[in-house]
C-alpha cells in the first residue's frame, strides 16, 4: 500500500474528454519494479538464483527435471511455469499446441513525471484507438494506449512518440502532454498476444501461472493480476494438501480454471467492443455507457475484480 497509489474512481472518455461512464471500482497502481522490491524483501533467507534460464522440463516421471541453458539440469518435487507468454515450461509439456494469437493490438507503455496532471484513472475510446492514464505515487503517472496494427508493423516505427502523437493528434489533454514529456528512446512496443481460455493449467507435477497459463488482452486489467491471484491460491492449495503434491494441484486447478475462463473471456470480448473503430458500432458503444445503469456495469466488474471474488478462492470461505 505504501509503494502503490489507491484508486476508487476511474472513467471511459470519448476522444474529446467528455466523460461516457463514470466507474466505482477499487484499485492499487503500483509499478511492476516496486511490487517485485516488496516481494523480494519477503523472502528473506529463501534463496534466488539468477541468470539461470530455463530452457525445458522433463515431466515423463513422478519427479519433473528442468533443464538450463548451461546444460545443467534440476529435478524438482514441484515446477511452477512462470516464464511468461513465450513459455519454455508450457512449450515442452505440449509441444503440439498452436502458439499465441496476434490480437491486432499494439500497445505501448510509459511512466512519466507529471505532478497534478492526472488525480484519477481514466480510459478515452474513439475510432478504433485506446489510451489509458493512471496516477502513480510522488507525481508520476502510467499512461497505454492501443493502436491497431498488422503483426510486425510495429518493426517499421522509427520515432515511436511521432508515430502516436499522429494517431491521437486532436485527442483531448493531457495526452498530448503526456506523449511529450516522455523521453522517445523509453517508448517500446508491446504487441498484446492472447489464448483463447485455457482448459488446463497443470500437467503431472508442473503448474502454469500467469501469462505462462492464461495470456489476455489488457482490457480488464487483470494480467498481473490474476498472475497473482494464481500464485496465492496455489499456495494455499499447496498448505491445505500437505505434502500430497497431486492433490493440491488438482484442487488449484478446480479452484482457478472457471474464474479464469471468464477473465480471459470477458478481456477479449471487452477488447473487441472498445477497439471497434466502425461509426456504428461507436455509436452504440457510446449510447450503451451513457443508458446502461451503473449498478450493472460495477456488479459485473465486481465479480472479476472484488476482493471478496478473489478470497472466495481460499481454503477460509
Given at each position: 500500500?505504501a509503494?502503490?497509489?489507491?484508486?476508487?474512481?476511474?472513467?471511459?472518455?470519448?476522444?474529446?474528454?467528455?466523460?461516457?461512464?463514470?466507474?466505482?471500482?477499487?484499485?492499487?497502481?503500483?509499478?511492476?519494479?516496486?511490487?517485485?522490491?516488496?516481494?523480494?524483501?519477503?523472502?528473506?533467507?529463501?534463496?534466488?538464483?539468477?541468470?539461470?534460464?530455463?530452457?525445458?522440463?522433463?515431466?515423463?516421471?513422478?519427479a519433473?527435471?528442468?533443464?538450463?541453458?548451461?546444460?545443467?539440469?534440476?529435478?524438482a518435487?514441484?515446477?511452477?511455469?512462470?516464464?511468461?507468454?513465450?513459455?519454455?515450461?508450457?512449450?515442452?509439456?505440449?509441444?503440439?499446441?498452436?502458439?499465441?494469437?496476434?490480437?491486432?493490438?499494439?500497445?505501448?507503455?510509459?511512466?512519466?513525471?507529471?505532478?497534478?496532471?492526472?488525480?484519477?484513472?481514466?480510459?478515452?475510446?474513439?475510432?478504433?484507438?485506446q489510451?489509458?492514464?493512471?496516477p502513480?505515487?510522488?507525481?508520476?503517472?502510467?499512461?497505454?494506449?492501443?493502436?491497431?496494427?498488422?503483426?510486425?508493423?510495429?518493426?517499421?516505427?522509427?520515432?515511436?512518440?511521432?508515430?502516436?502523437?499522429?494517431?491521437?493528434?486532436?485527442?483531448?489533454?493531457?495526452?498530448?502532454?503526456?506523449?511529450?514529456?516522455?523521453?522517445?528512446?523509453?517508448?517500446?512496443?508491446?504487441?498484446?498476444?492472447?489464448?483463447?481460455?485455457?482448459?488446463?493449467?497443470?500437467?503431472?507435477?508442473?503448474?502454469?501461472?500467469?501469462?505462462?497459463?492464461?495470456?489476455?488482452?489488457?482490457?480488464?486489467?487483470?494480467?498481473g493480476?490474476?498472475?497473482?491471484?494464481d500464485?496465492?491460491?496455489?499456495?494455499?492449495?499447496?498448505?491445505?494438501?500437505?505434502?500430497?503434491?497431486?492433490?493440491?494441484?488438482?484442487?488449484?486447478?478446480?479452484?482457478?480454471?472457471?474464474?479464469i475462463?471468464?477473465?480471459?473471456?470477458?478481456?477479449?470480448?471487452?477488447?473487441a467492443?472498445?477497439?471497434?473503430?466502425?461509426?456504428?458500432?461507436?455509436?452504440?458503444r457510446?449510447t450503451?455507457?451513457?443508458?446502461?445503469?451503473?449498478?450493472?456495469?460495477?456488479?459485473?466488474?465486481?465479480?472479476?475484480?472484488?476482493?471478496?471474488?478473489?478470497?472466495?478462492?481460499?481454503?477460509?470461505?
Amino acid at each position: 500500500m505504501a509503494c502503490g497509489y489507491w484508486e476508487d474512481k476511474g472513467a471511459i472518455r470519448s476522444s474529446n474528454g467528455t466523460v461516457l461512464r463514470e466507474i466505482e471500482n477499487t484499485n492499487l497502481m503500483i509499478l511492476r519494479s516496486d511490487l517485485q522490491r516488496v516481494l523480494v524483501a519477503e523472502l528473506k533467507d529463501i534463496p534466488v538464483v539468477l541468470g539461470a534460464r530455463c530452457t525445458g522440463v522433463s515431466a515423463n516421471g513422478q519427479a519433473p527435471v528442468l533443464r538450463f541453458d548451461s546444460g545443467t539440469s534440476v529435478e524438482a518435487d514441484l515446477v511452477i511455469g512462470a516464464d511468461g507468454i513465450r513459455s519454455a515450461v508450457r512449450q515442452s509439456i505440449a509441444p503440439y499446441e498452436d502458439p499465441p494469437r496476434y490480437s491486432g493490438l499494439c500497445a505501448w507503455r510509459g511512466v512519466v513525471r507529471a505532478p497534478g496532471l492526472v488525480d484519477s484513472a481514466w480510459l478515452s475510446v474513439g475510432n478504433g484507438l485506446q489510451f489509458l492514464a493512471a496516477p502513480l505515487p510522488d507525481g508520476n503517472v502510467y499512461w497505454s494506449p492501443l493502436v491497431k496494427l498488422d503483426e510486425g508493423q510495429w518493426e517499421e516505427i522509427k520515432d515511436h512518440r511521432g508515430f502516436l502523437l499522429d494517431r491521437f493528434d486532436g485527442w483531448h489533454d493531457p495526452i498530448p502532454t503526456l506523449l511529450d514529456r516522455t523521453p522517445n528512446d523509453t517508448l517500446l512496443p508491446t504487441p498484446v498476444y492472447f489464448r483463447p481460455p485455457p482448459r488446463w493449467i497443470t500437467s503431472g507435477r508442473v503448474a502454469l501461472i500467469g501469462d505462462a497459463a492464461h495470456p489476455m488482452t489488457p482490457d480488464l486489467g487483470q494480467g498481473g493480476c490474476q498472475a497473482i491471484e494464481d500464485a496465492v491460491v496455489l499456495a494455499d492449495r499447496i498448505v491445505v494438501a500437505g505434502d500430497d503434491i497431486d492433490l493440491a494441484l488438482r484442487l488449484f486447478a478446480e479452484r482457478r480454471l472457471a474464474r479464469i475462463r471468464r477473465v480471459v473471456r470477458e478481456a477479449r470480448q471487452m477488447g473487441a467492443v472498445m477497439a471497434d473503430g466502425h461509426q456504428t458500432v461507436m455509436r452504440l458503444r457510446t449510447t450503451a455507457l451513457r443508458v446502461i445503469p451503473a449498478r450493472l456495469t460495477d456488479k459485473r466488474l465486481s465479480a472479476i475484480t472484488a476482493r471478496e471474488a478473489f478470497e472466495a478462492q481460499l481454503a477460509a470461505t
